[in-house]
């Protein structure tokens, strides 16, 4: 599992253990932070490239600075968590579970609950928030996608459907904001036009 802080050169890895390697590109610089829990179980960049959120397989969520690796907030989540993303503002990150359900979370103060925003009935495997944040999508292990307002999620935009085998990642092609890449696990890539959808 891999993630990438553009903004600083740096990619981050899980090492398959409780530790994360960060190599910087520029200085071929490498530094290790641990996540807590036996093994980093989802991990993701910020949008700006100055945050990276962690989750472990103990529950254990943490917000790092990516410039210094300081660990700026740590919490346990309720449910083991399968997919984290960042607002495009970096004010919240957000954790999807093995439950289906997502919470969202203030990046500045880790010590307050999350806030529910939307469930599946299937767990949840990847998801994405629009530049504009407009939408959040999500997708699952039964072959859906789905795209809902953002904040308000429990407003049902539409579906993308056409996968046969669950959907475990996705990624919108910024170059052309509307067209959404996912990829499921008959290793086949779908690409959507997310406004002709919404």
């Known amino acids: 599992m891999t993630s990438c802080c553009p903004l600083?050169?740096?990619i981050a890895f899980a090492?398959?253990?409780?530790?994360?390697?960060?190599?910087?590109?520029?200085?071929?610089?490498?530094?290790?932070?641990?996540?807590g829990g036996e093994f980093v179980a989802c991990l993701t960049?910020?949008?700006s490239g100055k945050?990276?959120?962690?989750?472990?397989?103990?529950?254990?969520?943490?917000i790092w600075d990516a410039s210094s690796w300081i660990c700026l907030g740590t919490r346990e989540v309720p449910k083991s968590v399968t997919a984290l993303c960042f607002t495009q503002d970096d004010t919240y990150v957000l954790a999807a579970d093995?439950?289906?359900?997502?919470?969202?979370?203030?990046?500045?103060?880790?010590?307050k609950d999350g806030s529910f925003l939307l469930g599946h009935l299937s767990m949840l495997l990847a998801m994405?928030?629009?530049?504009?944040?407009?939408?959040?999508?999500?997708?699952?292990r039964d072959e859906k996608i789905r795209v809902s307002l953002f904040p308000n999620a429990y407003?049902?935009?539409?579906?993308?459907?056409?996968?046969?085998?669950?959907?475990?990642?996705?990624?919108?092609c910024y170059q052309y904001e509307d067209l959404l890449i996912s990829g499921s696990g008959v290793s086949l890539l779908y690409i959507c036009a997310v406004c002709t959808y919404v």
Not at 15 to 35: A, F, M, Q, V, Y
Not at 98 to 111: E, N, P, R, W
Not at 128 to 140: G, S
Not at 162 to 167: C, R
């Open 98 to 111: 093995k439950t289906g359900d997502v919470h969202s979370y203030l990046t500045a103060d880790m010590s």
């Open 15 to 35: 090492t398959g253990g409780p530790d994360l390697l960060i190599i910087n590109g520029r200085s071929d610089e490498t530094k290790r932070l641990n996540c």
């Open 155 to 172: 407003n049902i935009e539409t579906y993308c459907l056409g996968h046969t085998e669950f959907v475990n990642c996705l990624t919108l």
């Open 8 to 10: 600083f050169d740096c």
């Open 51 to 62: 945050l990276l959120a962690t989750c472990s397989n103990s529950k254990v969520l943490k």
């Open 45 to 47: 960049c910020s949008y």
């Open 128 to 140: 994405v928030i629009t530049r504009d944040q407009k939408y959040l999508i999500t997708a699952d």
